[in-house]
């Protein structure tokens, strides 16, 4: 008894069902807050099994191993190591439609070998490029931070040493503080020309806060400076009367 192949129409209606019921699929949310479809009981007693997909994203090709009541969303995640893109930058389709992050697998009728086009989301690529940017003007702003770091560095031991002399009693010569207090505005002048946001910003406030540090310290030395009085060398020397000088004679026969 001969079989009677379908139609085409039969085809076409076949295939709109297919699609009608996965549009009419109900959701859920799952206790970590993904939305995903609801499941049936016809899909819930589905054998689990693993479905290799042959992933095309441009010019690479992928083909990773995944469960088969697995979520698109998921994919996504596996697919995170193998093309270094986020979650929110990949759009999956499969059969001609992009797939929401909560769609089953198995719901969808993905099968073993099934292809899925991954596209990079046209929008991250520019959140990418702006990162980018944002993270290099981060660096330039922690290396310009830094120099000055280095250099506020060498001008504190500076303000010890003269803090030391003045402890000591020694005076220090004014042009020295007032050419150090010079040196330190500088650098902060540096300072205000950085332009820092985030960890960077508060690099720039805590080496801001060092120079004011070392500018009122040396304000203070200024004032303990002018009150010791500089020490006079003076060199005295003390004059010894020679002793007369006699000489005498004593005669021999």
């Given at each position: 008894?001969?079989?009677?192949?379908?139609?085409?129409?039969?085809?076409?209606?076949?295939?709109?069902?297919?699609?009608?019921?996965?549009?009419?699929?109900?959701?859920?949310?799952?206790?970590?807050?993904?939305?995903?479809?609801?499941?049936?009981?016809?899909?819930?007693?589905?054998?689990?099994?693993?479905?290799?997909?042959?992933?095309?994203?441009?010019?690479?090709?992928?083909?990773?191993?995944?469960?088969?009541?697995?979520?698109?969303?998921?994919?996504?995640?596996?697919?995170?190591?193998?093309?270094?893109?986020?979650?929110?930058?990949?759009?999956?389709?499969?059969?001609?439609?992009?797939?929401?992050?909560?769609?089953?697998?198995?719901?969808?009728?993905?099968?073993?070998?099934?292809k899925v086009v991954l596209i990079q989301d046209p929008s991250s690529i520019e959140r990418r490029f702006i990162q980018m940017r944002i993270n290099s003007k981060i660096q330039t702003a922690h290396r310009a931070i830094?120099?000055?770091?280095?250099?506020?560095?060498?001008?504190?031991?500076?303000?010890?040493?003269?803090?030391?002399?003045?402890?000591?009693?020694?005076?220090?010569?004014?042009?020295?503080?007032?050419?150090?207090?010079?040196?330190?505005?500088?650098?902060?002048?540096?300072?205000?020309?950085?332009?820092?946001?985030?960890?960077?910003?508060?690099?720039?406030?805590?080496?801001?806060?060092?120079?004011?540090?070392?500018?009122?310290?040396?304000?203070?030395?200024?004032?303990?400076?002018?009150?010791?009085?500089?020490?006079?060398?003076?060199?005295?020397?003390?004059?010894?009367?020679?002793?007369?000088?006699?000489?005498?004679?004593?005669?021999?026969?």
């Amino acid at each position: 008894m001969m079989k009677k192949k379908p139609s085409a129409r039969e085809n076409s209606s076949s295939s709109s069902s297919t699609a009608a019921r996965e549009e009419e699929s109900e959701w859920e949310m799952r206790p970590g807050g993904m939305l995903v479809q609801k499941r049936t009981a016809n899909t819930d007693a589905a054998v689990t099994r693993n479905l290799r997909l042959r992933i095309a994203y441009g010019a690479l090709r992928y083909e990773i191993c995944v469960s088969s009541i697995a979520t698109f969303g998921e994919v996504k995640k596996v697919l995170c190591g193998e093309t270094g893109l986020e979650v929110d930058e990949q759009k999956l389709v499969y059969r001609g439609r992009e797939r929401e992050n909560g769609e089953y697998l198995d719901v969808c009728g993905v099968k073993d070998r099934s292809k899925v086009v991954l596209i990079q989301d046209p929008s991250s690529i520019e959140r990418r490029f702006i990162q980018m940017r944002i993270n290099s003007k981060i660096q330039t702003a922690h290396r310009a931070i830094n120099n000055v770091a280095v250099q506020l560095d060498q001008l504190a031991d500076q303000v010890s040493a003269i803090e030391k002399s003045i402890s000591n009693g020694v005076k220090v010569p004014e042009v020295q503080i007032t050419t150090l207090i010079e040196m330190l505005m500088r650098q902060a002048i540096k300072l205000e020309s950085i332009s820092a946001e985030g960890g960077a910003s508060a690099q720039k406030n805590l080496q801001g806060k060092r120079v004011q540090k070392c500018v009122e310290k040396l304000d203070q030395l200024k004032v303990s400076n002018a009150r010791i009085k500089p020490v006079v060398v003076t060199t005295k020397w003390e004059i010894f009367d020679h002793p007369p000088s006699s000489t005498t004679w004593e005669l021999f026969d």
